[in-house]
């Protein structure tokens, strides 16, 4: 419930208080926003009164007499100057003219009621005013939440970047220097960890296209007849190197084959993030399970690992956009933070869910459940 605040400016009592009368008690209903809108009621009888008023307790609305004792309402509203630019001022009158509207709107006026009216007709007015008042406040506040949203992901994007252009340009400078000799081959260690921060680099910018096109909803995506089981083949020998060289084992659980209509982008994603993160956060000598069954309708991905694991503070954090668990066992593991985020996206557009259960020290499994990736056969028949 939001309540506004109208001031009534009027050197009619009668007025005044007809107008209170007919607004206390009133509220309106925001149907797009399932809001609702009541008001409290102040009023002043001269321009001085009601200068004080807006000063002190800036009102949400004003309901003001175009001709008042000291000043006309037309001179308060110049007074007033950017002191109503969040106001909505309804002009009352019955000295009602075109010239008057048009003044009356270039200095801030929203709009314009001739006397005599009717408590519908103030109440119609007042809606208005309302509403607009409303949608203005609801822009400026998602404007708002765009700009610091905006901040903080241009933070990140350059904290995460900063780190890995200051080791290559670091690296670059020691091979200029000619730091280890003429021979070309002593520099091959620095070519090496210079294309492995390259790599990463251009892994955040990927990861950060497939998270723009899906939020946008401007991601192609093509439903197709696809092996899962096959698809989910690949996505380990894509890993196999990476687990060979960290000493962890991988072990797939999977059906002969297991048709699908999906995406076959989408499903990698799914398949290549849960993966390359069960052996980056692993042990050495540790193992990473995979496992896809279907039943129902409903295909369960199961990615467990034996590897460092997390609490349960940090597990609550994991799918939240650029979220790494830093602790003494992940600080040195590069990543975007964006790998999960984009898994859960995905899943999402399946009608399904992504679930985590961890043990700091013991291990990780993750749950992927695909509730609109049926069997394809089964999809071709509901066509």
């Given amino acids: 419930m939001q309540t506004y605040k109208v001031l009534i400016v009027d050197d009619e009592a009668g007025m005044r208080s007809g107008a209170?009368?007919?607004?206390?008690?009133?509220?309106?209903?925001?149907?797009?926003?399932?809001?609702?809108?009541n008001f409290t009621v102040t009023a002043a009888a001269t321009g001085a009164e009601a200068a004080e008023i807006i000063a002190a307790a800036k009102p949400d609305i004003i309901l003001l007499d175009y001709k008042l004792p000291d000043i006309t309402g037309l001179d308060l509203l110049e007074k007033a100057g950017d002191g109503i630019r969040d106001i909505a001022v309804i002009m009352i009158t019955a000295f009602a003219s075109l010239e008057v509207a048009v003044t009356a709107t270039k200095r801030g006026a929203f709009d314009f009621l001739a006397k005599p009216f009717t408590p519908e007709e103030l109440r119609a007015t007042l809606q208005k005013a309302a509403r607009h008042?409303?949608?203005?406040?609801?822009?400026?506040?998602l404007e708002e939440e765009k700009r610091h949203?905006?901040?903080?992901?241009?933070?990140?994007?350059a904290h995460e970047l900063k780190s890995p252009l200051s080791a290559v340009e670091g690296y670059m400078h020691l091979m200029n220097e000619r730091v280890k000799g003429e021979a070309l081959k002593?520099?091959?260690?620095?070519?090496?960890?210079?294309?492995?921060?390259?790599?990463?680099?251009?892994?955040?910018?990927?990861?950060?296209?497939?998270?723009?096109?899906?939020?946008?909803?401007?991601?192609?995506?093509?439903?197709?007849?696809?092996?899962?089981?096959?698809?989910?083949?690949?996505?380990?020998?894509?890993?196999?190197?990476?687990?060979?060289?960290?000493?962890?084992?991988?072990?797939?659980?999977?059906?002969?084959?297991?048709?699908?209509?999906?995406?076959?982008g989408e499903m990698d994603m799914i398949l290549s993030n849960l993966l390359t993160n069960a052996v980056k956060y692993n042990k050495p000598g540790g193992k990473v399970t995979l496992e896809i069954e279907a039943s129902q309708g409903w295909v369960n991905i199961i990615c467990r690992d034996t590897g460092i694991g997390m609490t349960k503070e940090e597990s609550g954090r994991l799918f939240l956009e650029f979220t790494r668990i830093k602790n003494a066992h992940t600080r040195n593991i590069p990543g975007s933070g964006l790998g999960l985020s984009i898994v859960d996206k995905v899943v999402k557009l399946y009608g399904g869910n992504v679930t985590v259960e961890s043990e700091y020290g013991k291990g990780t499994t993750f749950r992927v459940c695909l509730k609109s990736a049926v069997p394809a056969q089964q999809s071709a028949g509901k066509q």
């Fill in 186 to 264: 002593d520099y091959e260690s620095i070519v090496e960890r210079s294309l492995i921060r390259l790599g990463g680099m251009r892994k955040l910018v990927l990861d950060l296209l497939d998270l723009t096109r899906l939020e946008s909803g401007r991601k192609k995506r093509e439903l197709a007849p696809l092996d899962l089981a096959k698809q989910a083949v690949n996505a380990a020998d894509a890993v196999a190197e990476q687990a060979k060289t960290a000493g962890v084992k991988l072990e797939l659980r999977l059906p002969p084959e297991l048709p699908l209509n999906a995406d076959s």
């Fill in 20 to 37: 209170e009368r007919s607004i206390e008690g009133y509220e309106i209903q925001l149907p797009e926003f399932s809001d609702r809108v």
């Fill in 149 to 157: 949203i905006r901040f903080q992901f241009i933070s990140v994007l």
């Fill in 133 to 141: 008042i409303y949608l203005q406040r609801k822009a400026r506040k």
